[in-house]
């Protein structure tokens, strides 16, 4: 085996500049496909952080009695598990806070003499899916003193759209990334066994078997992948800490931390892209040593 993993390396060597070349072309497509893997994990955690945000909101009626807010507050309370914290406010404070936001524009509420507003309840959820605002709609359908209620259904709706197609195009993008390897592997070995084929003729000759040819030139494929792979995620790694550094002090991302790959995902990364390149390598020389078989 020493032998082989010699011969790997050597071949490494002989074809040095073509292999940097081959270096390079594949670290910067592995930098890519895993840029947009990263991309859409981050993303998916941003949206995930976004949906924590939604609030459910319960207006009540304006005549609603103490009674019927004292059931709304108990059928919340079996609810505690998934709610992160309630809030009531009352007519005044809302109206209070409808000023507070419309500073710039108070020819909205020049003239109200009459508070329009109702009293609600705003409710933060640990997390908000469809089978929770179900079971909130459930509740609140059976509830005399509510005017109405945002289940925030619309922006659950636009997030979890955009998060598919945002998942579907950064796999697709990775998918192409992860084929066009295993095409450029697949063309440089065929071009290296070509380039090398007397020299398998004479192995062939002497008794070598199929796999005794194959070794070295799936060793030398092992050797490019294993370093563009660690050229790759280092230049990745290096960007990822570079705008972590430099974006903690924007107010918006104090609240999202960005995410690189844990070692379980990194282990998948390159287990993935080694098989990849042995698998093009395994079909480039098998072509060759079978056309050569049937010529014999």
């Given at each position: ?5 010699k011969?790997?390396?050597?071949n ?5 500049y ?19 893997y ?11 952080q ?21 059931k ?18 009352d ?15 108070p ?8 508070n ?9 959820l640990?997390?908000?899916?469809d ?8 509740i ?5 003193g509510?005017e ?5 259904e ?11 197609k ?7 993008v ?24 007397e020299?398998?003729?004479?192995q ?10 194959r ?9 490019i ?7 790759a ?19 918006f ?12 995902e990194l282990?998948y ?6 098989f ?10 098998s072509?060759f ?6 010529e014999?």
């Amino acid at each position: 085996m020493f032998f082989f993993i010699k011969e790997g390396i050597l071949n490494f060597f002989r074809n040095k500049y073509t292999n940097l070349l081959v270096l390079l072309v594949l670290s910067v497509s592995i930098f890519f496909a895993s840029l947009f893997y990263l991309l859409s994990k981050n993303i998916d955690y941003l949206l995930e952080q976004i949906k924590r945000d939604i609030s459910i909101i319960v207006y009540l009626d304006d005549n609603i009695s103490l009674a019927q807010r004292q059931k709304i507050e108990e059928e919340l309370k079996t609810l505690q598990s998934i709610i992160e914290m309630i809030k009531f406010i009352d007519k005044d404070a809302a109206l209070e806070d409808l000023r507070m936001k419309s500073k710039e524009l108070p020819q909205l509420i020049e003239g109200i003499i009459d508070n329009p507003l109702p009293a609600y309840y705003e409710i933060e959820l640990k997390k908000i899916d469809d089978k929770i605002i179900t079971a909130f709609k459930q509740i609140f359908s059976n509830l005399a003193g509510i005017e109405s209620v945002d289940y925030g259904e619309k922006n659950l709706y636009r997030l979890e759209e955009l998060r598919k197609k945002i998942n579907i195009t950064m796999i697709s993008v990775s998918v192409i990334m992860a084929l066009f390897i295993l095409f450029i592997i697949y063309n440089i070995q065929q071009l290296a066994i070509f380039n090398r084929r007397e020299e398998i003729e004479i192995q062939k000759m002497i008794g070598a078997t199929k796999m005794n040819i194959r070794l070295p030139f799936l060793i030398e494929t092992l050797i490019i992948i294993i370093i563009s792979i660690i050229l790759a995620q280092g230049f990745l790694f290096a960007i990822y800490k570079g705008i972590t550094n430099n974006i903690i002090n924007y107010s918006f991302f104090k609240n999202y931390n960005l995410l690189f790959f844990d070692k379980y995902e990194l282990l998948y990364i390159f287990c993935g892209f080694c098989f990849i390149a042995i698998f093009a390598a395994v079909i480039a020389v098998s072509k060759f040593l079978n056309m050569t078989t049937d010529e014999d």
